[in-house]
């Protein structure tokens, strides 16, 4: 087969999903999975565990897509009625799979038991499917060939789901379609607006388009990750062409980029980035942190092996703290106030003198609600490096939400550290 | 309006789901709130930013729901087309909002800056809707009646789309239909594992049924939820049948009790109940944390107004720091090892002392995947809480995952402290 865009579409059948009490993480899975390799998702569907319904919903599917991979609704129980509505839907019978109930005896060997009758239908399936083994569950996989399109049933356990999708399916598929090679990288930003990127950026954005480069704005607190996307039949060429666009990006925006994503690549965090860094150098963190009050830390902490670079914290929350620990003038804090210059500057120099540490960051701010003056709104916050050599700090203002402005500080602290290891 | 059962659909629009770099949290939140408020949903579907197949999926949608909820693509960006698409299917002209953009020009102001061209055209909406004012971002909801439908446009920002969804959506669905009576509680547990809990509350569970009570286990790291949901005509004898299980419930798990939460009203979570036993008492609080590495403070000063009962923190995450800034005698550290009762125990002592606090946490533990001794694996953690009378500790072994463990960790402290304060 051949043929200019292959197309996929995603049904997951179950009411756990349509009640809200599962996030459907299967789906993303697929997804990735598929675009990874060139296959578009043209869209996802969650639906009941309902005979018209399924019907229905695969009926639209068809219309739209080359491929239909379903997940759910394969249990021994009675609210599981995928496999009799495909059986119907396809107009065939069942027949027994010698094959799925050996996989489903090993299943319960492994537990050391007997299968019951109820699992015993679970090697029933549709006269004319080819099984798909699951070696990790009880429900086989059921892959059609209807009409020129591919429709394929998948368990809804998430584990038993990616074994089989990712070894069985994809390859399966792979084979079936001649697939374009696709090619994804994301700039990594923070420190500026989504609206402001957009502004600044609006030209080499247009120039995009005469390439056929996709490009996605994806903002989280205080970052903007932004995507291209390229699809063609030459991978080289795809790369470079991307390349060249991240090039001529960086000329415009390069202060706001903190680091790349290629997709499929786990991408490398702020924290990640500096203890990274920090391994490299041999070298030491200590914080001192007032309205982030640990955030900051346990940022830097959720890393792995960060004990080797990581040392220590003061949360110096109240004033008194700040004063015995940090060695910050009560002058200073009640002529300038907790959050200025001289009291963020106070914090690192001395916490990292106290920890020993080559590095320190330190933050104080109002994050609301309650804590504002006239002159220093919500949002406002001092954020100060300290090195060997020098102490840099920095004012910010962000916004009015507490868990935001916590988040939206402790980034700008992480991005402030990075450029000067960067240097 | 009323009818036997009303139905929902939610639509997810945007290329960023349908490529897999985001999971779709948006839909079950809107699905939890619609079904606790006794609207089902039929189906969720995410489609891509792409005109034609907006429109298709609306037309589907409205072919078997009442109530249509769209999220996402509405930013200020070219590849967002929504609100065009929305103002072409209902076949009406665009309008400026006078109230958009006083919102839009509030969340600029906040941030000390003029509304850029681009965002200004964010305060255009379709002259048939009614405009939903967002009080966390700059793109307006959209509500649209249509053929005796209801359809809803919201921005795909999470904190954006459920403040707007529970504060606005909601209630103006809930004036147009009659809605059945719905009692949701929930009881809180820490310490105690969903299978274990589930057969302790065997026979309990089994009861419900007769009284057509549903219970869904909702477990997070450490936590497990158990929600009660009943639905009927009369409130007042629902809520009574309700509350009298919980009262059976708690002849049987108290001790692993911490609080309840009623649907609708804003739970407490233990940090939460923490501040207001700490505030209600006029004492205060400090901690020293190691695994945790800043995240139970992190917790504490996630409430606002934290200032006013917590007063620091050391993080001791090297050996050094807890000998230095926490008297633990490198002798004990090097006999007993970091992770012991004795040196958890002298760090709760020693913060306690050196920040003068009524009360102070201490935890010390190895969240891996690092650091594990073969008498101390990975998950090993020690929790020491200090008062002016005592020092209470106790020894928890959690799992493998370093985040969950830095979680569960946490909350296992926070209880600890919760149930000296209820003392």
């Not at 390859?171 to 607006?193: A, D, F, R």
């Not at 702020?270 to 490299?280: C, D, S």
Request: glycine content about 8%; hydrophobic content about 35%.
């Amino acid at each position: 087969m051949e043929k200019k865009e292959i197309e996929a579409e995603i049904i997951t059948i179950g009411d756990e999903i349509l009640i809200g009490q599962v996030i459907d993480t299967n789906s993303a899975y697929i997804a990735t999975l598929l675009n990874l390799n060139g296959i578009s998702v043209k869209q996802i569907s969650s639906v009941s565990d309902n005979r018209e319904h399924i019907i229905k919903s695969l009926d639209e599917a068809q219309q739209r897509a080359d491929i239909i991979l379903m997940t759910g609704g394969l249990g021994p129980t009675k609210d599981d009625i995928t496999k009799k509505t495909l059986c119907e839907y396809f107009n065939t019978s069942m027949r027994f799979d010698e094959q799925a109930y050996k996989d489903i005896e090993a299943i319960f060997a492994a537990y050391g038991k007997e299968v019951t009758p109820i699992n015993r239908l679970q090697a029933e399936v549709p006269e004319i499917c080819i099984t798909i083994r699951n070696h990790n569950g009880t429900a086989p996989g059921m892959w059609f060939e209807y009409q020129g399109k591919i429709i394929v049933s998948m368990p809804g356990v998430p584990y038993e789901m990616k074994a089989m999708m990712k070894n069985q399916i994809l390859p399966k598929l792979k084979e079936q379609y001649k697939l374009p090679s696709i090619v994804h990288k994301t700039i990594l930003t923070q420190g500026i607006g989504e609206s402001y990127l957009a502004d600044l950026i609006a030209e080499w954005e247009n120039d995009l388009t005469t390439d056929n480069i996709k490009l996605a704005y994806l903002p989280s607190p205080g970052m903007v990750r932004l995507r291209l996307s390229a699809k063609g039949n030459n991978a080289e060429k795809l790369n470079l062409l991307v390349d060249q666009k991240i090039e001529d990006l960086k000329k415009i925006i390069s202060e706001f980029i903190y680091g790349y994503e290629t997709f499929g690549e786990p991408s490398e965090t702020l924290e990640q980035i500096i203890g990274r860094l920090l391994k490299e150098k041999k070298q030491t963190l200590s914080t001192a942190e007032s309205c982030t009050g640990g955030y900051i830390a346990h940022l830097i902490t959720k890393v792995p092996g960060a004990s080797e670079y990581y040392v220590g914290s003061v949360i110096s929350y109240s004033y008194g703290i700040k004063e015995t620990e940090l060695d910050v003038p009560k002058e200073i804090i009640e002529t300038k106030g907790a959050v200025s210059q001289p009291v963020v500057e106070q914090m690192a120099k001395a916490i990292r003198g106290k920890y020993k540490t080559d590095y320190s960051i330190a933050a104080s701010g109002i994050a609301g609600p309650g804590g504002s003056t006239p002159d220093k709104p919500v949002g406002t916050v001092w954020i100060a490096i300290a090195t060997s050599e020098t102490i840099i700090s920095e004012k910010f203002l962000f916004g009015t939400n507490r868990e935001r402005n916590i988040q939206k500080t402790a980034n700008a602290a992480l991005n402030m550290l990075r450029k000067e290891l960067e240097k």
